[in-house]
């Protein structure tokens, strides 16, 4: 079991650029979470995906968004990149929703530097 | 309102007991966890208890559950140089989701 997965795990972009991130959650898993974690804090969340769909979205704007696809996977795209973009971004993926939605596996993220 | 809060540091001698404290505010029947970060890495899950419950026991990790209080806490037995790194206490928000809330992070040092 290859466990999540993400990619690529560094990137260096310019303010201005768009960026695609991509995640294959943990064999099993059909829900993908995205969360930014900026230096020296927890990790905030952006958005989850269930069957192709944004379930519920934190306090992010609209330059964040993403897409699963029908294999579980996801990808998390950002606009219009600004220097507070930087962070290390991760995703989690488990299983089913609601009271099933119990255990939480993260990637080990892809650190975005805006330049 | 969603909040986690921990103390940032903590140190200890290797061989000691190490705590690491949070408290929540959702006082809806959750699930609470404890991460590990190590440095470049993402996030471990440790452990995770439900708020019904008072303590949960794994290995070397114990979690204390204070419900009146909204207090967690993670207990490591027998602290190793390989335990320091950053610790995460979390709280599941209830609903079809999941989301998780997260404190910002204590950092454990663990002295040879």
């Known amino acids: 079991d290859a466990g999540v997965t993400q990619s690529p795990t560094h990137l260096i972009k310019t303010r201005g650029q768009q960026v695609t991130l991509r995640c294959s959650p943990k064999s099993g898993h059909d829900t993908v979470s995205w969360y930014q974690q900026a230096l020296g804090q927890g990790p905030q969340f952006i958005f989850q995906y269930y069957e192709e769909e944004e379930r519920q979205r934190g306090n992010f704007p609209d330059r964040f968004s993403g897409h699963q696809f029908p294999n579980y996977s996801s990808e998390l795209n950002v606009n219009a990149l600004l220097l507070g973009d930087s962070a290390l971004y991760l995703c989690?993926?488990?299983?089913?929703?609601?009271?099933?939605?119990?255990?939480?596996?993260f990637g080990q993220g892809t650190r975005l530097t805006v330049v | 309102g969603e909040d986690v809060e921990q103390s940032l540091f903590l140190s200890v001698r290797e061989g000691d007991s190490s705590v690491i404290n949070c408290t929540y505010t959702?006082?809806?029947?959750?699930?609470l966890y404890w991460y590990k970060q190590e440095p470049g890495a993402g996030l471990q899950l440790l452990t995770y208890?439900?708020?019904?419950?008072d303590m949960k026991q794994d290995q070397r990790l114990t979690v204390l559950l204070n419900k009146k209080d909204k207090h967690l806490s993670l207990r490591i037995a027998d602290t190793q140089t390989g335990d320091s790194a950053i610790y995460f206490c979390a709280e599941k928000i209830p609903g079809n989701t999941g989301k998780l809330i997260f404190g910002q992070g204590t950092t454990l040092q663990v002295k040879p």
């Open positions: 208890i439900f708020s019904n419950m």
């Open positions: 959702d006082s809806s029947s959750t699930y």
């Open positions: 989690a993926s488990s299983s089913g929703q609601g009271t099933l939605n119990t255990e939480a596996f």
